[in-house]
């Protein structure tokens, strides 16, 4: 019998009290009951958010609130500036053009967050660039970008910032009102603690005048219904009580740890994570590294996938390789909802013994005192 | 403390061991071990569709898997047919409208199921229509509809059969392939005992080739996607891990049953609600009653949501009023998944307790008598 360790980005591992909120008996969800564990939870998404506008909850993947996040707002042929570092800028690249908007790409290199003024460039040539696509946290090369930043160029336009903070939310700060951010979507399998199967997204005033014009097709992820039963604490389909019902629980932690430390425990995770990974003569991927999880290039004669693989087989050690071409050369640890210091030790533990296993040469326990100088000095 | 009695047709009880199994630790979901788990899911999803085509699985409420059921095989302006008996016809009449589809209606009366002759003679008249999208069972009047005899007119005719399952399967006989249907839906939390958050679609190969023409914009309800990753045992985008890991468990319990006893019990029981109902004084709503769900009339000077109320209230015992204009007039017991005789028979104890409190004239104990009779005589 194995531990289990997930230390993923996504899902990432679930406390045993989130577990057990689980496994209670099912309420309805046309209940008093059920309706005040909505809104509460509601009220709570708020603050995670940093928003007073309304966060609307949907039974899917992240995935489904990112098409949401398209699907709401546009018109066909609408021009849109879509930020692509990676897998998920390419995603939403992919949603907006199935969706017939025309796609202006910002293109990245691998680990690059993107400039600013690139950004402003963009936006003062294309003047019809009615929304930006971007991510809070990209996750496949673990590159945080600044949100901030792009608010503050989009202010004025009238155009609006989408984010995907599906992995970011909760470890990398966003400040989304205060950084005018129109529409944020996230997902509960990764800050928030939970296994996966609800999607988050926010709206602004701002993006729901763009709402009242989208002439695209929805109904499952339509907005209008969506923010008419959130007046009543209520949803228009069933949802996934039972994850709902974690999510309160999930909350509660969260606000009782207080957001700003835990953003500042994450900064500190990620910090002695590549301090810990550098000490073993690794390179860490990203030119601006996220506090959500962290991408460190495998030593050239061990395979990535090879070695996720091997710790997942001899110890039950879930990390992430890397995805499509990054497959074999890049491997990420997550830190992020509940994965804390004590998990990352082991994370290094078994991380050494794996690569000393496969051959490379280091100083074995060398990671693990630099990540408790770091993390504890 | 009250105890949870949940019978209603969806979400129903959820028993105690697949409650267990949701509060397990969680894995990754690009594992070996899930991939395992995924593919005996869907093995077993296969014998409960009766059917050898793929059954894919989506992260979403069954409303998602209908947007599915649309969204990917017709093309603006293509022409349907909606048997609109009820909320659950509508909400097929609006999807199609949604994606700019002409749909020809056939609005059955209150409690009605469509004749044949009656769709026979659309189809005769209307030669370019390109789909059916109807109901097994129509769960805001508890009415079971013929599919079979559907199937028999459209097999030979260049459409296909969309079969809306959500609250029928696993009651309500359904023989997929054996009668012609093309494309069945369902959901997690009716005939298969978990809590909602999992949609669910087969595929048939005509329908596979009206994918292939399909012009309609969907990105995460795409099948073009969820089949190529059905093929490797895998899911395009993070799955429901925890309700999958549940669902295997649950199909376990259905297969040790077997699906044919489990219809015949549940017709069986559906027999016995309704003539305990009768037995009441009370009259069944539907002409063509379901074996998932019954509809009573409530009595006239009593509302059927004020009834509803008090019995979650009072007992904790959940069971359902009407939809809309019919709130006030009905009320809905289930008999699906995991509720069987000894739960009907404590709902009958407390109904009756419940109209003999408000006002409501019959004898003490004869519906449970009348069930008793029915059900083991």
Redesign the interface.
Known sequence: MKR?Y?I?P??S??PSFI??A????????R?EEFRQILKEVCVGLKDIFCTKNPVVI???????A??AGV?NFFSPQDKVLVINGGKFGERWR??AK???LQVIELKLEEGCAPLISEVKAILDKEKDIKGVLTTLCETSTATVYDIEGMGKILKDKNAILIVDAISGLGQDKLLSDEWGVDVVVS?S?KGLML???LGFLSISEKAKDFLKNSK??????DLNKALKSYEKDDTP???????IVGLEKAIKVIKEEGLEKRWEKFAKLSMATREAAKTLGLEIFSKSPSSSVTAIVSPSNIKASELVKKL?KDWGL?IAAGQDELKDKIFRIAHMGWVNQDDLIVCFSLLEKALRDLGYSFKLGSSLQRFQEVFYG
Do not use: C, W
């Open positions: 289990i997930l993923t996504g899902p591992a679930v577990r057990e689980l496994s209670k008996e099912l309420i309805h969800h209940t949907f039974s899917s993947s992240g995935t489904g990112m098409e699907a992919d949603i199935i969706y017939n997902a399998q296994p996966p199967g695209l097709p929805r109904y499952y992820f389909f069933t949802p996934s009580v039972s994850l997942r879930s």
